[in-house]
């Protein structure tokens, strides 16, 4: 298709620090809207950049501005999203899409864009009124190593061949042999700097190219590595039985993220603090004292004075506050369960939180302060039968800004439940 220049005017879109994917046959046309098109090129007019479908080209630094050439009545718009937020520009490092919207008329049509910025380095330039410094690219060689190419201009009559450049330690103190960290490859022909990225570096970086011919016509970059997360960090509590019951054992195991070093350090690392939290899953909306034992299951003593528990005695007017009672050190042992260390379960410490006492007259006459467990074979049962529906103790481990939940659904208390008993009748000699 022939390409109309005719009262032709320009537009400027700002593309920054770019990786662009073009979706169409490497053109962006318009089509059967009119016989006019423009090309990816034209579209995108950097130095050595051809454009093809799924093709991918990588840009970073200071602003890109390509200028697109739109016949009268065409408009051209740009709309720039990272993730579903619309952003201004595209300046961090992270994946945008751009929406190219061409318009003539009532018909338009939209091209898309996709950006990665995978910048390594960070830089802060510092120019002359004769050398002028800006970033043009970024990318990795064959080596995996990251590459930065800086592009400068000299202005005035200065002598492109008589600039020279030298690539030092920001800080005098630094005793380091920078070439082992960093490689700068001045280019006075093509006006670039290639600076290649050999390893992590923990120290600022400075660039400079002057001319031989005039002291004062020089421009400086100074160089930055951003420190880097290497491991995530990880917090993992696991048992060694499917069942809540005697025996089991639950261990929590931590680990710390790790980081590369960096001139510039991550402020927000997440916080070291270990936390362990207990709560009742309760996933058909009931509560965790739904599944404590009632009043109605408490046999009263034999002497009028009610049953005890933990040293207090309570009548039959007031057997709701011990299953009060009973539930607050419930809920305060199963909270210290999970510790840092390794913890195994002993049924027998909760089923004691359950025994009460009551007095039981006896046959010689008097009365004897005997244990009921009678409370703790309810609450194991009512729990069993929750968890049916999904209830059950949910245990969780934090640390990191990580969490790790451990849920049990039944209790296995068949090595507990019951008191000792003879069979046989009794002995006689």
Request: glycine letters at 8%.
């Amino acid at each position: 298709m022939a390409r109309k220049k005719s009262k032709a005017k320009k537009v400027a879109t700002a593309l920054l620090a770019t990786v662009v994917l073009l979706g169409a046959a490497g053109t962006l046309a318009v089509g059967a809207m009119t016989d006019w098109s423009f090309k990816s090129e034209d579209l995108l007019p950097f130095k050595d950049v051809k454009i093809e479908s799924e093709q991918t080209k990588v840009y970073t630094g200071s602003a890109l501005t390509p200028d697109v050439e739109v016949p009268e009545g065409y408009e051209v718009s740009m709309t720039i999203m990272k993730g579903e937020e619309v952003v201004e520009e595209a300046i961090e490092i992270g994946d945008y899409n751009f929406t190219i919207t061409v318009k003539t008329g009532d018909k338009s049509k939209d091209y898309e864009v996709i950006l990665h910025i995978i910048d390594e380095l960070q830089e802060e330039v510092t120019n002359s009124e004769f050398i002028q410094l800006k970033t043009l690219s970024v990318g990795t060689n064959a080596a995996g190593q990251t590459e930065k190419v800086v592009s400068y201009t000299v202005s005035g009559n200065l002598d492109p061949q008589k600039i020279v450049g030298a690539l030092t330690w920001t800080s005098g103190d630094v005793e380091d042999d920078i070439s082992t960290f960093m490689t700068a490859v001045l280019d006075k022909t093509a006006k670039t700097i290639t600076l290649t990225c050999l390893q992590a570096f923990s120290h600022q970086m400075t660039y400079t190219i002057y001319s031989e011919e005039l002291a004062e016509a020089k421009a400086s970059i100074t160089i930055d590595y951003q420190q880097k997360v290497l491991t995530e960090a990880s917090v993992d509590i696991s048992a060694t039985n499917s069942a809540f019951g005697d025996g089991l054992k639950i261990t929590t195991t931590t680990k710390a993220p790790t980081y590369s070093v960096g001139s510039i350090l991550i402020e927000d690392k997440p916080s070291e603090d270990l936390v362990f939290t207990y709560n009742w899953k309760a996933n058909d909306g009931t509560q965790f004292n739904s599944i404590l034992p009632s009043t109605n299951d408490i046999t009263l003593g034999e002497d009028g004075m009610g049953v005890f528990y933990d040293d207090k005695n309570y009548t039959s007017g007031t057997l709701s506050s011990m299953i009060t009672a009973i539930g607050t050190k419930v809920t305060a042992w199963l909270n210290g369960l999970v510790t840092s260390k390794s913890v195994t379960v002993d049924l027998d410490e909760l089923k004691e939180l359950f025994t009460y006492g009551r007095n039981v007259r006896q046959s010689y006459g008097g009365y004897l302060r005997v244990n009921s467990t009678e409370l703790f074979d309810d609450f194991v049962a009512n729990f069993n039968n929750k968890g049916k529906v999904g209830c059950g103790f949910q245990f969780s481990a934090q640390a990191y800004e990580k969490e790790d939940v451990l849920v049990f659904t039944s209790i296995d208390a068949t090595k507990t439940l019951g008191d000792l008993s003879f069979t046989g009748g009794n002995v006689i000699f």
